[in-house]
Nanobody
Framework: QVQLVESGGGLVQAGGSLRLSCAAS????????LGWYRQAPGKQRELVAA???????NYADSVKGRFTISRDNVKNTVYLQMNSLKPEDTAVYYC?????????WGQGTQVTVSS
């Protein structure tokens, strides 16, 4: 089992920045990929960014150049630095961990970008 706890969401004006954090605990040795997804009202959950263990990050086209995913192996934490935020980035953001064949999710954190 892997437990994920997100923090760092909130309300920000367009053009601003936020950093999301996701602390992992439990069977973290089994994790082979960490990522962030988001779900806006009335829309499907979508991948924002992911970082495979030992691999290179990948990003949704809509956030490339604005968002950065990173990991701190000592703190067992994955971060999502979000810059130049837009109103269309408003969503609930979920941390995600792959530990084949299982997938784990955090509880979500709300990000609201005002215009």
């Amino acid at each position: 089992q892997v437990q994920l706890v997100e923090s760092g969401g909130g309300l920000v004006q367009a053009g601003g920045s936020l950093r999301l954090s996701c602390a992992a605990s439990g069977s973290i040795f089994s994790i082979n990929r960490l990522g962030w997804y988001r779900q806006a009202p009335g829309k499907q959950r979508e991948l924002v960014a992911a970082i495979p263990i030992g691999g290179t990050p990948n990003y949704a086209d809509s956030v490339k150049g604005r968002f950065t995913i990173s990991r701190d192996n000592v703190k067992n934490t994955v971060y999502l630095q979000m810059n130049s935020l837009k109103p269309e980035d408003t969503a609930v953001y979920y941390c995600n961990a792959h530990s084949s064949p299982y997938v784990y999710w955090g509880q979500g954190t709300q990000v609201t970008v005002s215009s």
